[in-house]
Structures are given as C-alpha cells and as structure tokens.
C-alpha cells in the first residue's frame, strides 16, 4: 500500500491561531484524501485532492496538493476547540492506505 | 439515514476465544473494508472486499477471518490465532470508481483481550 508520511505527529496550538499538516508520499498520488477522527469514533471525510496545484476549501480548512502531487498540506485559519481531534491523510490503492495521523489540540 | 453501524462498540473477551465483530451498511456501497487501530498509528487494513462473496486481504490479515454473503454486511472473525488482538477495529463502505466522496467509517468497536 501507498506509504503516507505526516508532520507533525502532534500539535498544540492556541484558539485563533493557524497551523498546517503536512503529508508526503513516497509515490506520485492519484487521490489524497483527508480525515478528521476524533478520540475513539470513526473517521469523518474532509476533501479529496486529484490534479497537481490543486486546493480545496471547507470552511476554516484548506488542503493544497503540490504539482508533483507527492505532497499535501492541510492549514488551519482561527483555529476553535472544534477543530481539535486526529487528522489522517489517505492514498486510495486497493483499500486505502493511511499515514499515522497527527493529533490536534486547541487550547482555549 | 444511510450509514455504518458496528456493534459493538466495546467488547471484552478471554485469550484464545474467537470474536466476530459487526458491520451492516445500508449505503448501498458495493465495497467495503476493516481496519485496525492501535494508539499512535495510522489505521491498517485488514481485509477489504469489492463484491458480493469476493474479498481480498489487506495488509495484516494473519489471524482475521471475513465473510460477505450480503452486500449489507461485512463480519469480521478474530480468531485465536491474532496474537495481539487488543484494538479499534473500524469498518468502511465506499462506491468503487466514485472515489470523489471518499469512504464511510462506521463509528468502531473497541476490543479487549483478557
């Protein structure tokens, strides 16, 4: 499967601050996805990522995907207590492969 | 409304007893899949299947068993043979060819091996 690599592997920021993920493959990606999981429940799909240069947005989220489509960041504006869990990168081959995660928590 | 359901969310039993683990989705998803967690890694596939009573193994299938009889459901069986079986086990659905809309994560079962 894909090998997905994230920085960092944690995070603490405080609220209203920014702050950026950052997965790189060791492969060229032809889909990166992105998750959110909080503690103990399932995964929640953020975006998915397909063309070289390309970005997407979901409300205070945005995901970029380098035109060598090796690498993606995840950047965070004004970050809130909601935004905080395990964010997860994934490569689909055959049954998605996942990097470690990096675990976000914002401080009031 | 559509989703995953695993039950159940925590299971506890003794070394060397098989366990099934459930997941029904009412997605109408052709493909379906189970992971494993463990704390501070990334999620890892077990067995994952694309079809009705077709399945193939993932990256650590050595002590799991599945079946898929239904397109529903998708159990998974771990046998005494796992030797460290103690995780968060995650089903997921998803429509193979649409990958825009990623896949669907039912909300896990925590097991526990005394």
């Known amino acids: 499967s894909q090998e997905l690599e994230q920085s960092p592997q944690s995070l603490i920021v405080q609220e209203g601050k920014n702050l950026t993920i950052n997965c790189t493959s060791s492969?060229?990606?032809?889909?990166l996805y992105w998750y959110k999981q909080k503690y103990g429940e399932g995964l929640i799909f953020l975006m998915m990522?397909?063309?070289?240069?390309e970005e997407k947005s979901h409300e205070k989220i945005t995901a970029k995907l380098d035109e060598k489509k090796q690498q993606s960041s995840l950047h965070i504006t004004a970050s809130q207590p909601s935004h905080a869990g395990i964010y997860l990168c994934?490569?689909?081959?055959?049954?998605?492969?996942f990097g470690a995660g990096t675990r976000l928590t914002v401080k009031p | 409304d559509g989703g995953i359901t695993q039950s159940p969310k925590y299971l506890f039993r003794k070394e060397g007893q098989n366990v099934t683990l459930s997941c029904e989705q009412n997605?109408?998803?052709?493909?379906m899949y189970w992971y494993r967690q463990d704390p501070g890694q990334g999620l890892r596939l077990i067995y994952y299947?694309?079809?009705?009573?077709?399945?193939q193994k993932g990256d650590i299938a050595e002590g799991y068993s599945v079946s898929r009889e239904k397109k529903e459901s998708f159990p998974l069986t771990v046998t005494s043979a796992q030797k460290n079986p103690t995780a968060f086990y995650l089903c997921?659905?998803?429509?193979?060819?649409?990958?825009?809309?990623?896949?669907?994560f039912g909300s896990g079962t925590r097991l526990t091996v005394v």
């Open positions: 997921a659905s998803s429509i193979p060819g649409q990958g825009y809309y990623g896949y669907t």
């Open positions: 994934g490569a689909d081959k055959s049954g998605m492969g």
């Open positions: 299947s694309q079809i009705v009573n077709d399945f």
């Open positions: 997605l109408n998803h052709d493909a």
């Open positions: 492969k060229t990606l032809y889909g």
């Open positions: 990522l397909q063309k070289g240069g």
